[in-house]
Protein backbone atom coordinates (compact mmCIF):
# COMPACT_ATOMS: atom_id res chain seq x y z
CA UNK A 1 0.00 0.00 0.00
CA UNK A 2 1.61 3.57 -0.82
CA UNK A 3 1.74 6.10 1.94
CA UNK A 4 -0.06 8.66 2.31
CA UNK A 5 0.75 12.35 0.58
CA UNK A 6 2.99 14.29 2.27
CA UNK A 7 0.89 17.23 2.71
CA UNK A 8 -2.02 14.57 4.81
CA UNK A 9 0.22 12.82 6.71
CA UNK A 10 0.48 13.34 10.56
CA UNK A 11 3.61 11.88 12.55
CA UNK A 12 2.52 11.44 16.11
CA UNK A 13 4.72 10.80 18.88
CA UNK A 14 3.62 9.59 22.13
CA UNK A 15 3.70 6.82 24.47
CA UNK A 16 2.73 3.72 24.37
CA UNK A 17 1.85 2.22 27.78
CA UNK A 18 -1.84 1.22 28.59
CA UNK A 19 -2.32 4.43 30.60
CA UNK A 20 -2.06 6.45 27.79
CA UNK A 21 -3.49 4.22 24.86
CA UNK A 22 -7.24 6.05 25.18
CA UNK A 23 -5.35 9.38 24.44
CA UNK A 24 -3.59 7.61 21.89
CA UNK A 25 -6.91 6.23 20.26
CA UNK A 26 -8.80 9.42 20.49
CA UNK A 27 -6.16 11.30 19.04
CA UNK A 28 -5.89 8.75 15.89
CA UNK A 29 -9.69 9.27 15.47
CA UNK A 30 -9.83 13.19 15.54
CA UNK A 31 -6.45 12.81 12.64
CA UNK A 32 -8.93 10.73 10.68
CA UNK A 33 -11.94 12.24 11.01
CA UNK A 34 -10.61 15.23 10.07
CA UNK A 35 -9.47 13.64 6.84
CA UNK A 36 -5.34 13.11 7.50
CA UNK A 37 -3.36 9.90 8.10
CA UNK A 38 -2.12 9.46 11.08
CA UNK A 39 1.57 8.33 10.98
CA UNK A 40 3.06 5.95 13.98
CA UNK A 41 6.35 4.01 14.48
CA UNK A 42 4.33 0.76 15.47
CA UNK A 43 2.51 0.69 11.77
CA UNK A 44 5.38 -1.12 10.56
CA UNK A 45 6.26 -4.12 12.64
CA UNK A 46 8.86 -5.29 10.45
CA UNK A 47 11.75 -6.58 13.72
CA UNK A 48 14.52 -6.30 11.00
CA UNK A 49 13.71 -2.98 10.11
CA UNK A 50 15.82 -0.25 12.15
CA UNK A 51 13.74 1.78 14.75
CA UNK A 52 15.71 5.05 14.58
CA UNK A 53 15.55 5.24 10.25
CA UNK A 54 11.96 4.01 10.60
CA UNK A 55 11.07 7.05 12.38
CA UNK A 56 13.34 9.65 10.61
CA UNK A 57 11.35 8.08 7.61
CA UNK A 58 7.72 8.78 9.03
CA UNK A 59 9.34 12.45 10.08
CA UNK A 60 10.77 13.39 6.76
CA UNK A 61 7.42 11.96 4.75
CA UNK A 62 4.88 13.65 7.16
CA UNK A 63 4.11 17.67 6.74
CA UNK A 64 2.40 17.64 10.26
CA UNK A 65 3.54 15.94 13.65
CA UNK A 66 2.14 16.03 17.37
CA UNK A 67 5.09 15.08 19.91
CA UNK A 68 3.48 14.85 23.36
CA UNK A 69 6.13 14.78 26.19
CA UNK A 70 4.20 13.51 28.96
CA UNK A 71 6.70 10.51 30.21
CA UNK A 72 9.92 12.69 29.56
CA UNK A 73 10.17 12.86 33.54
CA UNK A 74 11.18 10.00 35.98
CA UNK A 75 7.94 9.40 38.19
CA UNK A 76 10.47 7.80 41.37
CA UNK A 77 13.18 7.82 42.88
CA UNK A 78 16.09 6.00 40.85
CA UNK A 79 13.74 5.83 37.79
CA UNK A 80 15.54 7.00 34.43
CA UNK A 81 13.13 9.43 32.36
CA UNK A 82 12.08 8.43 28.97
CA UNK A 83 14.19 10.56 26.45
CA UNK A 84 12.64 9.06 23.05
CA UNK A 85 9.96 11.44 22.52
CA UNK A 86 12.08 14.60 23.22
CA UNK A 87 14.61 12.89 21.32
CA UNK A 88 12.12 12.46 18.26
CA UNK A 89 10.68 16.17 18.92
CA UNK A 90 14.72 17.35 18.21
CA UNK A 91 15.03 15.29 14.82
CA UNK A 92 11.78 16.67 14.00
CA UNK A 93 12.62 20.11 14.82
CA UNK A 94 16.11 19.55 12.46
CA UNK A 95 14.19 18.53 9.74
CA UNK A 96 11.96 21.19 9.47
CA UNK A 97 15.13 24.04 9.73
CA UNK A 98 17.52 22.38 7.42
CA UNK A 99 15.22 21.46 4.59
CA UNK A 100 14.96 23.80 1.52
CA UNK A 101 12.33 21.83 0.51
CA UNK A 102 8.38 21.47 1.22
CA UNK A 103 9.71 20.38 4.86
CA UNK A 104 10.84 23.89 5.67
CA UNK A 105 7.15 24.61 5.91
CA UNK A 106 6.80 21.56 8.37
CA UNK A 107 4.27 21.65 11.57
CA UNK A 108 4.59 21.03 15.15
CA UNK A 109 2.32 20.53 17.77
CA UNK A 110 4.19 19.97 21.06
CA UNK A 111 1.88 18.53 23.84
CA UNK A 112 2.56 17.74 27.65
CA UNK A 113 0.28 16.41 30.78
CA UNK A 114 0.97 19.28 33.28
CA UNK A 115 2.00 22.61 32.44
CA UNK A 116 5.59 24.10 32.63
CA UNK A 117 6.83 20.59 33.04
CA UNK A 118 9.01 20.85 30.54
CA UNK A 119 10.75 23.63 31.28
CA UNK A 120 12.49 21.69 34.06
CA UNK A 121 13.67 18.73 31.76
CA UNK A 122 14.00 20.69 28.78
CA UNK A 123 14.55 24.19 29.51
CA UNK A 124 15.40 25.14 25.50
CA UNK A 125 11.71 24.74 24.87
CA UNK A 126 11.18 27.79 27.52
CA UNK A 127 10.23 29.88 24.73
CA UNK A 128 7.88 27.31 22.85
CA UNK A 129 4.03 27.32 23.14
CA UNK A 130 2.84 23.62 24.31
CA UNK A 131 -0.76 22.42 25.02
CA UNK A 132 -1.73 21.26 28.43
CA UNK A 133 -4.32 17.65 27.90
CA UNK A 134 -3.65 16.76 31.50
CA UNK A 135 -4.29 13.36 30.85
CA UNK A 136 -8.17 13.33 29.51
CA UNK A 137 -8.60 12.34 26.10
CA UNK A 138 -11.34 14.84 25.85
CA UNK A 139 -9.09 17.51 26.37
CA UNK A 140 -6.82 16.07 23.77
CA UNK A 141 -8.75 15.82 20.92
CA UNK A 142 -9.38 19.38 21.16
CA UNK A 143 -5.71 20.43 21.07
CA UNK A 144 -5.47 18.26 18.33
CA UNK A 145 -8.75 19.14 16.18
CA UNK A 146 -8.08 22.88 17.15
CA UNK A 147 -4.53 22.90 15.89
CA UNK A 148 -5.43 20.88 12.43
CA UNK A 149 -8.15 23.33 11.34
CA UNK A 150 -5.64 26.34 12.17
CA UNK A 151 -2.61 25.12 10.86
CA UNK A 152 -3.38 22.32 8.13
CA UNK A 153 -6.78 24.16 7.08
CA UNK A 154 -8.96 21.05 8.08
CA UNK A 155 -12.84 21.13 7.74
CA UNK A 156 -14.23 23.00 10.85
CA UNK A 157 -15.67 20.69 12.91
CA UNK A 158 -16.28 21.52 16.80
CA UNK A 159 -14.86 19.12 19.63
CA UNK A 160 -18.32 18.15 20.50
CA UNK A 161 -19.36 16.80 16.88
CA UNK A 162 -16.05 14.69 17.10
CA UNK A 163 -16.12 13.30 20.33
CA UNK A 164 -19.45 12.03 19.80
CA UNK A 165 -18.13 10.28 16.30
CA UNK A 166 -15.82 8.71 18.24
CA UNK A 167 -17.92 7.24 20.58
CA UNK A 168 -20.16 6.11 17.68
CA UNK A 169 -17.23 4.57 16.37
CA UNK A 170 -16.40 2.81 19.22
CA UNK A 171 -19.71 1.18 19.76
CA UNK A 172 -19.55 0.36 15.86
CA UNK A 173 -15.74 -0.90 16.30
CA UNK A 174 -16.67 -2.79 19.66
CA UNK A 175 -19.96 -4.90 18.23
CA UNK A 176 -17.89 -5.66 14.76
CA UNK A 177 -14.95 -7.20 16.86
CA UNK A 178 -17.22 -9.74 18.72
CA UNK A 179 -19.02 -10.96 15.96
CA UNK A 180 -15.94 -11.69 14.61
CA UNK A 181 -14.95 -14.01 17.51
CA UNK A 182 -12.86 -11.65 19.33
CA UNK A 183 -12.89 -11.54 22.96
CA UNK A 184 -12.96 -8.28 25.60
CA UNK A 185 -9.32 -9.43 25.95
CA UNK A 186 -8.72 -9.09 22.25
CA UNK A 187 -10.20 -6.07 21.22
CA UNK A 188 -8.38 -4.25 24.34
CA UNK A 189 -4.81 -5.83 22.82
CA UNK A 190 -5.98 -5.02 19.51
CA UNK A 191 -3.08 -3.51 17.01
CA UNK A 192 -2.87 -0.03 16.46
CA UNK A 193 -2.89 -0.65 12.62
CA UNK A 194 -6.13 -2.44 12.25
CA UNK A 195 -7.36 0.03 14.83
CA UNK A 196 -6.34 2.70 12.72
CA UNK A 197 -8.09 1.33 9.42
CA UNK A 198 -10.84 -0.09 11.44
CA UNK A 199 -11.52 4.03 12.32
CA UNK A 200 -10.86 4.78 8.11
CA UNK A 201 -13.83 2.43 7.12
CA UNK A 202 -16.28 3.63 9.42
CA UNK A 203 -15.87 6.68 7.75
CA UNK A 204 -15.88 5.43 3.85
CA UNK A 205 -19.13 3.60 4.88
CA UNK A 206 -21.37 6.56 6.07
CA UNK A 207 -20.22 6.64 9.69
CA UNK A 208 -22.62 3.75 10.82
CA UNK A 209 -24.35 3.87 14.24
Known amino acids: MPNPPFEKSVFINCPFDK ?5 LQAMLFCVV ?3 FAPRLATERIDGGENRLEKIIDLIRNSKFSIHDLSRAQANAAGEHARMNMPFELGIDYGCR ?3 LDERSGKKILILEEKRYRHQ ?3 SDLAGCDLDVHEADFQKAVRKVRNWLVNEADAEVIGPRKILDA ?3 FQEWHY ?3 LAAGFSDDDIQDYPTKE ?3 SMT ?3 AIGKPI
Open 33 to 35: YLG
Open 195 to 197: LMS
Open 19 to 23: DYEPI
Open 201 to 203: EWI
Open 175 to 177: ERQ
Open 120 to 122: IAI
Open 97 to 99: QFH
Open 166 to 168: YAD
